[in-house]
């Protein structure tokens, strides 16, 4: 394994600088969003953390998907992986290199901007209104850290099965999406039936309910189902697919 092959490879690129721009952009701007502004809108004119990262969220939930998929699948739709193979022989080394590489970017990408947040949620309730609220920061960083290792998880597991860039992005984007819409619509009609088969492949809410403690062999069901078993197959798909 050789993860800093893989770093490099990922970063030195015009295109992961791009990305990476645009994701610094984003991050910036919805943390000055929600923890600059919060005094503006609030009655008692606080900045509160919780609510900043609760907006951070939005970038970073569509950010890692991107990363991950593109660290780990990147080099099968660009046809490269054929020479990373030749240089690099082991195939499960070379997968759990990329993976170990996707897990350093997001980390750095994810402490940055929670370490933003705080900045700006200080300057907004401070200088700009009445106070800054931190009290909660302890639970809502481990509430918002264990939903976006969920989207990691499942965005390397998507990454790794399907081997594809497009279709990854897609998979790993729009499967939440139709999820969350699921999740409305279930609890709107009140049937039983569909929330039961929503919750079998909500991984964040699984994942959310597991770190608390209260979850049942139920919550297990996401994660083998959107983690495991793509996770599995990927990995013997990724040690046997013939390379054109």
Known sequence: MRPALDLRAHLDTRGSA?????????????AALGGLLQPLFLADSSSD???TL??????LSLIIPVIAVLIVAGEWSD??????FLQRPGRLGVLASKVIAAVVVIAAIVAFAYALAA???WIGGELIGEGAIFSAFGD???TQLIGLAAILLFSLAVGIALQSTVVGLVAAIGIPFVVGTATA????????VLMDV???VDLQTAATVLASGDATAFELIPLVLLVVLPAVYGAWRWNNREVA
Do not use: C
């Open 185 to 192: 619509v279930a609890m709107l009609t009140g049937s039983e």
């Open 18 to 30: 791009i990305l990476m721009t645009i994701s610094l952009i984003l991050i910036v701007g919805f």
């Open 79 to 84: 046809g490269s992986i054929q020479l990373t």
């Open 140 to 142: 809502a960083l481990t």
């Open 119 to 121: 900045l700006t949620t």
């Open 49 to 51: 953390i919780n609510l």
């Open 54 to 59: 609760i907006v951070l969220s939005l970038p």
């Open 198 to 200: 929503v919750r079998a």
